[in-house]
């Protein structure tokens, strides 16, 4: 399994794994692969602690990092982080508080005891600029940004230190927006991925964005698990894939970390992801306020239920349920909790390394090519 994207970035296969877990990175880029961290929970010293652990780990082979940057607005402009925190805080409707307040109850969610840790992840252009502040003292080979175009400045900066830069796209339209912007590479993600997707099916978009940006080129991100996957994702015109789920249930997934800086703390839920099948996954808003792919639960349920208030835009949804999502790290909630699964976590029945994942997909990738040799038309 090899394509241009490998000389491109220096890795011997074109198969970029996203991580928020800093050992799941750190053994994709050892075997091969691109790891990805996502720092989107992390305070800047959370995301300076991670990168230096990921550098010593990996020596020479690059690292991607992936922030989630919307857009600056009027409103969340011109402000610091901390008084832009107050102020959305301020501005969430009591009927939604007491919503949280009493799901919090009916799911037992007992506040933290002793809790002195300063939340991250406030999903916000100036967040994740003062994430990025961090990210630029560090040395990777690639940056991505999950929601949008990344800013002119910042990919001018890129440029200038050889550090490439890709955006997700969950349409035809924004890849071509991400590539006039200057985009190295766009990340094609289709609606069975994990976290924020949009709602076109892979076998569609892959082609569609591939089509409408090349030769530039595209990651196929959404259920790239096996070689096999992988091979479609190719053959739709993709140069390579973009793997988020894949490593969910490798030995290197930290589900549940000590509450330092540097992990933020996730529900420890590899359990919950090798029980999942297809079916489990729901594109729910009630964490960030736009469409998340997450495994379902009786939580999420509950925000579809009729006493529930709705949502709230980003950032302000992300605002209301910050504390109810730390406690259900903190108390480990795996049967309610905050669990970003694509639909490809039911064929995820097997803890595995992260590098004999990436190992079984380039064999696989290589015997379905391969055979695939024979079903062409003319002689043989
Ligand atoms: C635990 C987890 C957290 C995620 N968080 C982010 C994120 O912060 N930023 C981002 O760009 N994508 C995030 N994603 C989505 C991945 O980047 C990717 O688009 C998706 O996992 C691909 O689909 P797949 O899960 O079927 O492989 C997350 C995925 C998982 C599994």
């Not at 491109?8 to 296969?13: A, C, K, T, V």
């Not at 440029?159 to 912007?181: E, M, P």
């Not at 190295?184 to 924020?196: F, K, L, R």
């Not at 736009?290 to 939580?299: F, S």
Request: proline fraction near 7%.
């Amino acid at each position: 399994m090899h394509t241009p994207l490998c000389e491109l970035f220096g890795i011997d296969h074109p198969i970029f794994g996203f991580s928020p877990s800093p050992p799941v990175v750190a053994a994709i880029s050892n075997a091969g692969g691109m790891g990805v961290l996502g720092v989107a929970a992390m305070t800047p010293e959370g995301v300076d602690e991670a990168l230096s652990w990921i550098e010593d780990q990996v020596g020479e082979r690059p690292y991607g990092v992936d922030v989630i940057m919307p857009a600056l607005t009027a409103e969340t402009a011109a402000v610091d982080t901390e008084q832009l925190a107050a102020e959305l805080r301020a501005r969430i409707p009591n009927e939604n508080r007491e919503f949280v307040d009493d799901l919090m109850d009916r799911f037992a969610l007992e506040p933290i005891p002793d809790d002195n840790m300063t939340p991250g992840g406030m999903l916000t252009h100036l967040a994740a600029r003062s994430q990025l502040d961090t990210v630029l003292q560090h040395s990777p080979a690639f940056l991505v940004n999950a929601l949008g175009t990344l800013p002119a400045d910042i990919i001018e900066t890129c440029r200038q230190r050889g550090i490439r830069t890709g955006s997700l796209a969950g349409k035809a339209k924004h890849a071509v927006a991400h590539r006039d912007a200057g985009i190295d590479v766009v990340i094609s993600t289709s609606y069975e991925a994990a976290g924020h997707t949009g709602d076109i099916a892979g076998m569609v978009l892959h082609a569609e964005i591939a089509n409408a940006v090349a030769p530039l080129p595209v990651l196929a991100s959404g259920a790239m698990a096996t070689g096999r996957q992988a091979a479609a994702a190719i053959a739709l015109g993709a140069q390579g894939v973009w793997a988020g789920s894949a490593w969910l249930t490798s030995d290197e997934w930290i589900g549940r970390p000590p509450p330092t800086a540097m992990f933020p703390g996730w529900t420890d839920a590899k359990q919950a992801y090798l029980d999942a099948t297809s079916s489990d996954t729901v594109r729910t808003r009630w964490a960030t306020g736009k469409p998340a792919r997450l495994l379902r639960t009786p939580w999420s349920d509950a925000w579809e239920a009729s006493d529930s208030p709705g949502y709230l835009p980003m950032p302000l949804q992300g605002a209301l349920v910050t504390e109810a999502q730390r406690r259900m790290g903190h108390w480990n909630r795996s049967d309610i909790g905050f669990m970003p699964a694509g639909q490809v976590i039911g064929m995820l029945n097997e803890i595995k390394p992260a590098g004999r994942i990436i190992a079984e997909m380039v064999r696989e990738y290589d015997e379905v090519v391969a055979s695939l040799a024979n079903t062409t038309t003319g002689p043989r």
